[in-house]
Antibody, heavy 118, light 107 residues
Framework: QVQLVQSGAEVKKPGASVRVSCKAS????????INWVRQAPGQGLEWMGL????????NSAQKLQGRVTMTTDTSTSTAYMELRSLRSDDTAVYYC???????????WGQGTLVTVSS | EIVMTQSPATLSVSPGERATLSCRAS??????LAWYQQKPGQAPRLLIY???TRAIGIPARFSGSGSGTEFTLSISSLQSEDFAVYYC?????????FGQGTKVEIK
């Protein structure tokens, strides 16, 4: 069965960086994109960006460009999202989600809580 | 950026009743619209894509309709497990955008 398993919760200080991993199983990793979506406490869903796992091309939300990097390790079917220069409003649950034809998201990871606090 | 607006913010419904949720796009997204269900502490779950196609394993009581800028998610007879927050998402344009959500609560 398709599974996306994310790394554990993180606590970071403002200005630091965080890297979240997302290990996929149950399907051919390079046949689907991996998207990153975040959700601030009590808020809605915000799409951050996606990575084409076949060729490594990325597309990210303009507000995050310059701070976010998405990569993959196809040998381990793992996707990574790094967010730099963290601010308090980056505190959120970060989800990876499998993308179907770069469109909608059919399977999601369990989420990773990133807390940014001094 | 396409703005997705959902209404109402909260919908109070009795078990067994029908629920109708709305999603409006600031410009046409054709039929490139998905619906997700999210329960507290859980990741979202895909319900509907292509505005009206149910995802694998989704019960027939969930149905989606609409195209262009106006969309509807209907739940024909609410079960206890259906009380949750529902989000719409457009994938016609970049960036992908979500509505702010509709919470379906027990009346």
């Amino acid at each position: 069965q398709v599974q996306l398993v994310q790394s554990g919760a993180e606590v970071k200080k403002p200005g630091a960086s965080v890297r979240v991993s997302c290990k996929a199983s149950g399907y051919t990793f390079t046949n689907y994109d991996i998207n990153w979506v975040r959700q601030a406490p009590g808020q809605g869903l915000e799409w951050m960006g996606l990575i084409n796992t076949y060729n490594g091309n990325t597309n990210s939300a303009q507000k995050l460009q310059g701070r976010v990097t998405m990569t993959t390790d196809t040998s381990t079917s793992t996707a990574y999202m790094e967010l730099r220069s963290l601010r308090s409003d980056d505190t959120a649950v970060y989800y990876c989600a499998r993308g179907v034809l770069a469109d909608y998201f059919d399977y999601w990871g369990q989420g990773t809580l990133v807390t940014v606090s001094s | 950026e396409i703005v997705m607006t959902q209404s109402p913010a909260t919908l109070s419904v009795s078990p067994g009743e029908r629920a109708t949720l709305s999603c409006r796009a600031s410009q046409s997204v054709s039929s490139s619209l998905a619906w997700y269900q999210q329960k507290p502490g859980q990741a979202p779950r895909l319900l509907i894509y292509g505005a009206s196609t149910r995802a694998i394993g989704i019960p027939a009581r969930f149905s989606g309709s609409g195209s262009g800028t106006e969309f509807t998610l209907s739940i024909s007879s609410l079960q206890s497990e259906d009380f949750a927050v529902y989000y719409c998402q457009q994938y016609n344009n970049w960036p992908r955008t979500f509505g702010q959500g509709t919470k379906v609560e027990i009346k």
